[in-house]
């Protein structure tokens, strides 16, 4: 048994995407029984190992942060922090595998998250930012995290490299028992490749459109004959044009790691990551001449309203230490510990009014530079023991996180722009900064949880925690520092009935909160808003099969949201409510060795349901950015039957529902988007083909307050991989 493990005791797009996903996904439930797999089947207990058909090497058990094969992860640590079967989890949990994003050619998070349910895109075209959308509330940094630790807080740290991950788990819905200050709509815990001692020789060399050009490594293994040392050294090189004038995708990479297991009962992990990106924020395009009518004519897609010497670099260095160490075969002391350092200097003109010719933009130009240092720790108690009929894992542990953010910016206007004829040419940089502040946080959070089996057939999860947050703010010139402390306490509490035949129902109920800055028109400091989910779901792991099927439905509300203040709208009152009512469908088969599939369905009814009285006009909208409907599906398929077994054809389709814009309340079409990939293996080589926006669609992804983005046209990637 795992020390992790609970001790056991003895014709519409959307329509026509579930129809196809929920059939293949049934009938590879029906077949894949006689297929042999190394995997815990149903709801078996973790006391029994199933036997392994072992081809060639020895097969690796799967844990919540180490590589799955293929697309079906069968654990996960994000919704308990212990190692749990993902059908004994009584809340949404998706987990996209590092197969996944190599198959399907993802070169971002948002890429990699496009075929899981609940998860939306925001701010397409803000290439500085992975923007998501999680249940119909936008996430910021606070709700990413990197191996269940905190990330930096300041708004322009950049977009997390896919490359450099084992696994990406969602975990939808109010999640701040374990992770504390959160936006409700869930978390994402980006898990980093970790050291192995497998032996693991791989570069890739990736050419494709837009200029890119790519250079990757993937290195680990034993360095010691006994395998209680190992390494992980992962580097990645990239030059790259996008379809937007004057925007580069460029960025270094290396994450170097090292794993000491001293003894049995002890391990330590090191991880460090270096990133340096140089790109520039895609602001879009004016509604008029994209969304709406304009008599000068259609903007093309890729205009850039700022200047041809524009730049964005940001650089980030952080080093982690993950402990582990068994007091006993029930208890086992954990602590992680993360130094992060960001740095980002930017220099950009951006969009202001649209002049009344409707080809005139009114522009101003920024220098910035921001410096975040933070220190993020978390530290846990675990421990298994039984109480009669009862079977407990529990929980008890604190993390705290402490972050310096520097701003410093230097504003002007220049000169306008004519969208359809540009002459750049502006000179918009000041030198010296005019506008900036020094922001210190901490916050701390103790929690407790217990996981409870009963009768190998229930099986429960609950929680609470406490957080206190402390801000510190000052001027960037003069060091004059104002505090405010807030205080949230936050539970949750979840139920999961493992029938027979690998069906698993479940109901849960989960709290958020997360911190608001600055203060009303009388000086009062706000407080935190609070999510409140209820949920219910089931999962189906049919015994023996490499099947997971998964739906839910919820309820999702959002309180103490800011609205304008009815006697001066400079100000902001907490009135405010959003709702969120959903549905969800996933499904995730390997129904053979050669086919493989994924699909899901979305539909999410969020909406402001209370407001001030000086934005009562609000109450009824949907959220902005928020389809209704979504739909996706991803196939491959091995040609082993066709004497082609190095050959592997895959496809997809993502139904995004019409939403509508920020802002100024214009409805966006709704819009389907086709992907395919091909990939050869031949001895130590591998070639792949992507193609993404298969059909080369024209479409727009979101639209905001003044700005419309497109979506990206067709891209082609193609990569050579030589392993060994």
């Known amino acids: 048994m795992k020390n992790n493990d609970i001790p056991s005791r003895p014709n519409h797009p959307c329509r026509s995407v579930l129809s196809l996903s929920l059939h293949a996904a049934l009938m590879g439930a029906a077949c894949s029984g006689s297929w042999a797999y190394a995997q815990q089947g149903g709801h078996a207990t973790d006391e029994k190992t199933l036997t392994t058909v072992t081809v060639s090497g020895s097969a690796i058990a799967e844990t919540a942060t180490g590589k799955v094969d293929g697309y079906v992860a069968q654990r996960s640590g994000s919704a308990t922090k212990t190692d749990t079967p993902l059908i004994e989890t009584p809340q949404s949990v998706s987990v996209v595998t590092a197969d996944q994003i190599e198959a399907q050619g993802s070169t971002s998070l948002r890429e990699a998250l496009g075929f899981t349910p609940g998860v939306g895109i925001q701010g397409n075209g803000y290439r500085d930012a992975d923007n998501i959308v999680l249940r119909g509330f936008s996430i910021d940094n606070s709700s990413i995290r990197r191996d269940g630790m905190r990330s930096p807080s300041n708004t322009f740290t950049g977009r997390q490299e896919p490359f450099g991950l084992e696994r990406i788990d969602v975990l939808r819905g109010a999640a701040s028992l374990l992770y504390g200050a959160a936006e409700p709509g869930g978390i994402v815990n980006l898990v980093t490749k970790r050291p192995t001692t497998e032996s693991l020789h791989e570069i890739s060399v990736e050419g494709g459109s837009y200029q890119r050009k790519q250079v990757t490594g993937d290195f680990g293994g034993a360095l010691s004959d006994d395998g209680s040392l190992a390494y992980r050294f992962t580097a990645l090189k990239r030059n790259s044009d996008t379809f937007i004038d004057f925007v580069p995708d460029n960025r270094w990479y290396v994450a170097p790691a090292l794993t000491w297991k001293p003894s049995a009962t002890t391990s330590i992990t090191l991880l460090a990551q270096y990133q340096k990106s140089r790109y520039n924020r895609q602001w879009g395009v004016a509604p008029e001449g994209s969304l709406l009518y304009n008599p000068n004519g259609k903007l093309p897609a890729g205009r850039y309203i700022g200047e041809p010497t524009d730049k964005k670099e940001d650089t980030h260095k952080n080093i982690a230490a993950l402990i582990s160490h068994k007091l006993d ?396």
Not at 392 to 421: C, E, K
Not at 430 to 452: A, C, M, P, S
Not at 476 to 481: G, L, Q, S
Request: hydrophobic share 35%; aromatic share 12%.
């Open 329 to 724: 075969e029930q208890t086992s002391l954990n602590f992680s510990v993360r130094h992060s350092d960001a740095l980002m200097h930017w220099n950009y003109a951006g969009r202001n009014s649209l002049q009344d010719d409707l080809r005139t933009l009114n522009r101003f130009a920024v220098n910035r530079m921001e410096h975040v240092k933070a220190w993020t720790t978390d530290a846990y108690l675990q421990s298994a023991f039984v109480t009669g009929a009862l079977a407990h894992t529990v929980v008890v542990g604190i993390n705290a996180s402490d972050a310096d953010n520097r701003r410093l910016s230097a504003y002007q206007l220049i000169a306008p722009l004519d969208l359809f004829t540009p002459v750049y040419g502006a000179k918009p940089y000041g030198d010296d900064g005019n506008d900036g502040y020094r922001r210190k946080e901490r916050l701390t959070g103790f929690y407790v949880q217990d996981q409870i089996k009963a009768d190998q057939r229930w099986v429960a999860v609950v929680g609470a925690r406490h957080d206190d947050v402390k801000y510190r703010n000052s001027d960037y010139f003069v060091t004059d520092w104002s505090e405010e402390k807030n205080s949230a306490t936050t539970g949750s509490a979840g139920l999961v009935y493992l029938a027979d035949g690998g069906v698993a129902p479940y109901l849960s109920y989960s709290q958020s909160f997360q911190p608001q800055g600055d203060s009303d028109r009388l000086g009062k400091r706000f407080k935190p808003t609070k999510g409140t989910q209820y949920e219910a779901g089931v999962r189906y792991q049919p015994p023996g099969s490499h099947t997971l099927l998964s739906a839910a439905v919820y309820q999702l509300t959002q309180s103490n949201v800011l609205s304008p203040d009815p006697v001066d709208n400079d100000y902001s009152v907490q009135l405010g409510e959003v709702r969120a009512r959903g549905v969800e469908f996933e499904a995730r088969t390997n129904i053979s060795r050669d086919l493989r599939l994924i699909s899901s369905y979305t539909y999410t009814d969020a909406k402001i349901t209370k407001a001030s009285a000086a934005d009562q006009a609000s109450v009824g909208l949907r959220q902005p950015n928020t389809p209704r409907s979504m739909a996706s599906a991803w196939a491959d398929y091995q040609l082993s039957v066709f004497g082609l077994p190095g050959l592997r054809l895959g496809g997809g389709v993502r139904y995004i529902g019409s939403t509508l814009s920020s802002g100024d309340n214009y409805r966006v079409s709704a819009y389907t988007v086709a992907d395919a990939g091909l990939n050869y293996q031949r001895g130590h080589w591998k070639y792949a083909l992507n193609v993404k926006n298969l059909a080369d669609r024209s479409y727009l992804a979101e639209c905001g307050s003044g700005y419309c983005n497109y979506g990206d046209p067709r891209q082609v990637l193609v990569t050579a991989t030589y392993r060994w």
